[in-house]
Structure formats: C-alpha cells, structure tokens
Nanobody, 124 residues
C-alpha cells in the first residue's frame, strides 16, 4: 500500500524560505515519478514541480528559479525547497506519486497516489 506524508508547511513572510518533505512508502521500486501540486481556496489543483527517473525535473513557470524539487538517494523522501516566497504561493501543497510511464508529469490525472497535503501560508 502506498503512503505519502507531507510535512514542513507553515506560516512565513514574503521573501522567506520553506522546505517541504514527503515521506513515501510502498511500491518503491515501481515508482516512476513524483511531483508537487498545490491548491489555493476556490482554485483548481495546479502543478508545481515534478521529478522522474527519465526526464529532467520540470517546474511551473510561476515557481521556476525559486523552487527546487529533489529526493534522497533511496528515493523515499521527496523535497521541495521554496525560496523567495510570495503571498500568491499560499496554498495546500500535495505530494504525488506516479507508476506509469508518460511523456510528462504535469497533470493531476497522471499521478496514482496522493498525500494529505500541508498548508503553506505566506503573509505580505
């Protein structure tokens, strides 16, 4: 059984940094990609960043240059380093895992498992 548990969210000021973590367990060897998404109140869940075995890490334009996705050597912990945070980054951040080979991993439907989310609030 796949389990994804996010942590590291919180309340910060604009310009601050946060690092989110996602502890992944289950089906480790068959996991192809992992990603971060976020959802603000009243908005759809949107892509933030993804990392896979076969393609370079990808980022949403809105976070490119500020956020960095990475994982530990064992592939069991996913990270999202968020720098220069802005109020518009406020959202619940979700970790996701994919087990099928695809050309991109930028859509929620391309993922098979999700965490419960962690709140990030950036004050101005």
């Amino acid at each position: 059984q796949v389990q994804l548990v996010e942590s590291g969210g919180g309340l910060v000021q604009a310009g601050d940094s946060l690092r989110l973590s996602c502890a992944a367990s289950g089906r480790t060897s068959s996991r192809v990609a992992m990603g971060w998404f976020r959802q603000a109140p009243g908005k759809e869940r949107e892509f933030v960043a993804a990392i896979s075995r076969f393609v370079a890490s990808t980022y949403a334009d809105s976070v490119k240059g500020r956020f960095t996705i990475s994982r530990d050597a064992a592939g069991n912990t996913l990270y999202l380093q968020m720098n220069s945070l802005k109020p518009e980054d406020t959202a619940v951040y979700y970790c996701a895992a994919a087990y099928a080979y695809r050309s991109t991993y930028s859509r929620p439907g391309e993922y098979d498992a999700w965490g419960q989310g962690t709140q990030v609030t950036v004050s101005s």
